[in-house]
């Protein structure tokens, strides 16, 4: 674990601490709706397709599918100079959920919308462990 994460780390809120709990576990977490059987992402405290309540955690494969895709060649300000290039990704999971993540790869000019992925974890601070992708089966 680094012991100092020089980038902007996401905001853990009451609704959003289980996820972030279980990913420094490495493992990655979804809401289900309970009424309609649908996962969504980001967590929340309604299903954002039926309105009920009636959710649980469950835990996701880690696999998916890259939906979109774009490569940073200049880094989005000064504390992502030294990563570029770098890809930014809309992956979609097995669960139907799409999540934007990076992939983490070295040769950024490979990658191609609908390549298989699979979950990483980058521990980054104490409290932050980021999920992001890599490609599997190439």
Same mark, same amino acid.
């Given at each position: #674990? /680094?012991? /100092?994460?020089?980038?902007?780390? @996401?905001?853990?809120?009451?609704e ?11 493992? !990655?977490? !979804?809401?289900?709706?309970?009424? =309609?059987?649908?996962?969504? *992402?980001?967590p929340?405290?309604? =299903? ?6 009636? !959710? ?6 880690g ?5 979109? *895709?774009t ?8 504390? *992502?100079?030294?990563?570029? @290039? ?10 139907? +959920?799409?999540? #934007?993540?990076n992939? +983490? ?6 990658l ?6 699979? +979950? ?9 462990t980021?999920p992001? *992708?890599? !490609?599997?089966?190439?």
């Open positions: #674990m /680094q012991s /100092q994460y020089d980038k902007p780390v @996401p905001h853990i809120d009451e959003s601490r289980p996820y972030w709990a279980a990913l420094k576990r490495e493992k !990655l977490i !979804l809401k289900r709706c309970l009424a =309609c059987s649908r996962h969504h *992402f980001y929340r405290i309604l =299903c954002p397709h039926c309105h009920s309540c009636e !959710l649980k955690w469950s835990e996701a494969s696999l998916g599918t890259i939906y979109s *895709f490569i940073a060649r200049r880094g989005a300000g000064p504390a *992502f100079s030294a990563d570029a @290039p770098y890809a930014v990704a809309i992956v979609e999971l097995d669960e139907g +959920v799409r999540m #934007m993540t992939i +983490v790869i070295e040769n950024v000019d490979i191609a919308i609908g390549q298989r992925v699979g +979950v990483i974890f980058e521990h980054v601070t104490e409290d932050v980021l992001k *992708f890599k !490609l599997i089966g190439s």
